[in-house]
């Protein structure tokens, strides 16, 4: 059966200009909760990204960033962005109590004071440079 006749590249700059449409099909498809999911005060979430490369071109076309809740044993969100977009927690809602376990592209002053905003917990592994560390008390830890 013939739906279009269509040719790579076009099927391929059609695609590239719907992300919105692509990260909601991916979002229906792959958050599908089970059906007795246990409620729970504290989630713990893995949370990461990944590239989708794109025939024709250099590098990566896509990146898919998600957000799997193994607390609720499904994936809870998926965030598809073009090549520019980069990892930070700033793309998922965090709620009181939540446990963020991500990579060092997550470990940054910005993804961290998200965190910290929203009363989640984050561990990652932090690039020390530009995280001003500091202890309850407000003095510098490094």
């Not at 013939?2 to 990260?23: H, I, P």
């Not at 979430?45 to 989708?52: E, Q, S, Y």
Request: charged letters at 20%; glycine letters at 10%.
């Amino acid at each position: 059966m013939k739906v279009a006749d269509v040719s790579e590249a076009a099927w391929r700059t059609r695609l590239r200009k719907r992300n919105a449409w692509l990260g909601w099909l991916l979002t229906a498809l792959l958050t599908a909760r089970p059906a007795s999911s246990p409620p729970t005060r504290c989630r713990v979430r893995l949370i990461d990204a990944t590239r989708l490369g794109q025939i024709g071109r250099g590098g990566d076309g896509w990146r898919v960033h998600w957000d799997d809740d193994v607390t609720a044993g499904c994936l809870s969100s998926v965030v598809v962005t073009d090549h520019h977009g980069g990892e930070h927690l700033e793309r998922f809602v965090l709620a009181p109590g939540d446990s963020i376990v991500a990579d060092t592209g997550y470990g940054y002053c910005r993804s961290v004071a998200h965190a910290h905003a929203a009363q989640a917990d984050v561990v990652s592994a932090a690039i020390p440079r530009p995280v001003p560390w500091r202890m309850r008390m407000g003095i510098p830890l490094l």
